[in-house]
């Protein structure tokens, strides 16, 4: 089963890393920490199940779902990096 994960370890990484933006947003936003944290819950048990049912039929399209997630992440992030942007010119 791992070598079969191989091919998505670059997403799994990155999207936690994502995972961890959106969480710092939703505290910075004085979002509600209980429904934060439920909602974070279910949505990496979502991901989860999808992912163990998925994967063997998933991987014939690994390359297409790995540039697709990658490119969701990269615009999630500058989406969160442009949000931050006007507080970060307050300081100047």
Same mark, same amino acid.
Request: net charge positive.
């Given at each position: 089963?791992?070598?079969?994960? /191989?091919?998505?370890? *670059?997403?799994?990484?990155?999207? &936690?890393?994502? &995972?961890? !933006?959106? #969480? #710092?947003? @939703? +505290?910075?936003?004085?979002? &509600? $920490?209980? @429904? ?8 990496? +048990?979502?991901?989860?199940? !999808? @992912? ?7 991987? /014939?399209?690994?390359?297409? !779902? &790995? =540039?697709? @997630?990658?490119?969701? !992440? =990269? *615009?999630?992030?500058?989406? #969160?990096?442009?949000?931050?942007? $006007?507080?970060?010119? #307050? =300081? =100047?």
């Amino acid at each position: 089963m791992l070598g079969e994960l /191989k091919h998505f370890l *670059v997403l799994l990484v990155f999207g &936690n890393i994502e &995972n961890l !933006i959106l #969480a #710092a947003q @939703g +505290v910075a936003a004085s979002v &509600n $920490p209980i @429904g934060l944290a439920c909602l974070s819950l279910c949505a990496v +048990v979502c991901w989860f199940l !999808i @992912g163990t049912f998925g994967t063997r039929f998933a991987m /014939k399209y690994a390359r297409y !779902i &790995n =540039f697709i @997630g990658g490119f969701a !992440i =990269f *615009v999630l992030g500058v989406q #969160a990096m442009l949000g931050a942007l $006007p507080g970060m010119l #307050a =300081f =100047f």
